[in-house]
């Protein structure tokens, strides 16, 4: 007789990971950053015990003023070179602005990069596979709509009856993106 095929459920994936030495346990959690969306971590730090969200605000804060600390002496540094004799209001007043300029500079340039980031996603080639397939589909939806309708096309390839609506909408791109592929 074969082996039994313990059904996988969050406890045994919890059992699982319990399981693994230090150094898997940091890969899978690697892995899992990897996979996961960005609310997931949020999600974590909501289910701790209050006690160890404390702790681990307490450490994040840390954190952010090991990073921050440097940059604000800097600037203040900056401003006392440049005018030493400046009263200490007028001195509040002017960091405050520097600082408030650099983190609006800093989030610019993190835009830039997220814009850079969509762009390059929204740019990138289809896979060969993936516009013969939806050629596929938008043949055989035209061939005969009664038959193919948008429940059966989606059941026969396995994805969301609106991912087969989205494709027949662009059915324009994928004949052009199918003809570039056999023109090259």
Request: aromatic fraction near 6%; glycine fraction near 4%; proline fraction near 5%.
């Amino acid at each position: 007789m074969g082996q039994a095929v313990e059904v996988v459920t969050p406890r045994v994936i919890l059992d699982l990971f319990l399981a693994l030495s230090d150094e898997q346990q940091e890969e899978f959690l690697r892995l899992f950053a990897g996979a996961c969306s960005v609310d997931a971590p949020l999600f974590i730090v909501s289910q701790l015990p209050k006690a160890r969200q404390f702790e681990l605000s307490g450490r994040m804060h840390e954190q952010v003023i090991k990073i921050l600390m440097p940059i604000a002496i800097d600037r203040a540094w900056e401003l006392l070179k440049e005018r030493p004799d400046v009263p200490l209001e007028q001195f509040r007043t002017e960091l405050k602005d520097r600082i408030t300029k650099w983190v609006e500079a800093l989030g610019e340039e993190m835009a830039e990069l997220e814009r850079d980031k969509v762009t390059a996603q929204r740019n990138r080639k289809s896979n060969p596979e993936t516009i013969r397939r939806n050629i596929e589909i938008c043949d055989r939806r035209k061939l005969n709509p009664s038959l193919w309708t948008l429940g059966k096309l989606a059941k026969e390839y396995g994805i969301k009856r609106s991912t087969v609506q989205g494709i027949l909408n662009d059915e324009p791109k994928w004949r052009q993106l199918n003809a570039e592929a056999l023109g090259n």
